[in-house]
């Protein structure tokens, strides 16, 4: 049987696995589902269609599933979908999407620290960190391995592309290529996320390539970004990681930071 504080309040039809730990003045919906040893520390609100998945850590008064914040929203039973083994720090607020059974989504291995929002309909990806006071707004998709540093905003329909590393205060208002470092307001792109990828295990060939594309796209000024990206694709090894980069910047709807 679930360990669940005599003060936590656990509406009828929570489904909450027998080793999992509800903490003091926790409140839990009906709908909600909590894997197995995910603990809520205290004082932690699970709203509407919310689901943890195992290995949990919630820091209290985060508020995971609360209503879209967007004004389109028209009812139905929209939705959290949180994965495995991340860690979601105090006063985290996550909000359920805002169409009729849609999900916003967190995959697994995540560290979202303390005061960070990630709005309706956003799709964070797996070993992603999202550092103190982020705020994210709709649409939001971060890659997996993706780096957010403090204080860092992003605005709606954005995208963050796998390993790269994104500056404190930053305002992301072009998408962010996969394997860059970017800083700033504007958001510009200032060097390739060498030791990330090190660190993370892409090979030797697959760091040089995106070295290489990272020199094309970003340091011959006279290419715009099409002519950059065939010219990658014709002259740099086509690696796996070349090959993402190649094809998340030509689906960018908002443009590439540069």
Do not use: W
């Not at 999900?103 to 005061?115: E, K, N, P, R, S």
């Not at 090190?198 to 715009?224: C, F, H, M, P, W």
Request: with cysteine; aromatic share 6%; hydrophobic share 40%.
């Amino acid at each position: 049987m679930a360990n669940i504080h005599p003060t936590a309040i656990v509406a009828d039809g929570a489904q909450i696995a027998d080793d999992a730990v509800i903490g003091p003045y926790c409140t839990i919906s009906g709908q909600a589902v909590i894997g197995s040893g995910t603990e809520l520390i205290s004082h932690v609100v699970i709203e509407g269609n919310t689901t943890l998945g195992a290995n949990n850590r919630v820091s209290s008064f985060a508020v995971l599933g609360g209503r879209t914040q967007d004004l389109k929203f028209k009812g139905g039973n929209p939705g959290v979908k949180i994965g495995d083994n991340n860690t979601i720090r105090e006063y985290v607020t996550i909000n359920a999407a805002t169409n009729d059974a849609d999900f916003t989504t967190v995959g697994d291995h995540c560290h979202i620290l303390a005061y960070s929002h990630i709005a309706h309909c956003c799709h964070i990806g797996s070993q992603v960190v999202i550092v103190n006071a982020c705020q994210i707004a709709g649409h939001v998709i971060i890659e997996d391995m993706a780096t957010i540093e403090g204080s860092v905003g992003i605005v709606q329909f954005m995208r963050v592309g796998a390993m790269a590393y994104v500056g404190a205060m930053s305002k992301i208002t072009k998408d962010v290529p996969p394997y860059m470092i970017a800083h700033g307001d504007p958001i510009q792109v200032r060097s390739f996320n060498r030791i990330g990828m090190e660190r993370r295990g892409v090979s030797e060939t697959g760091r040089k390539a995106i070295k290489d594309a990272y020199r094309i796209l970003y340091r011959q000024e006279e290419l715009n970004a099409a002519e950059a990206l065939n010219k990658i694709e014709a002259e740099v090894e086509q690696t796996p990681e070349v090959i993402h980069l190649l094809e998340f910047c030509r689906a960018s709807e908002k443009g590439i930071a540069r």
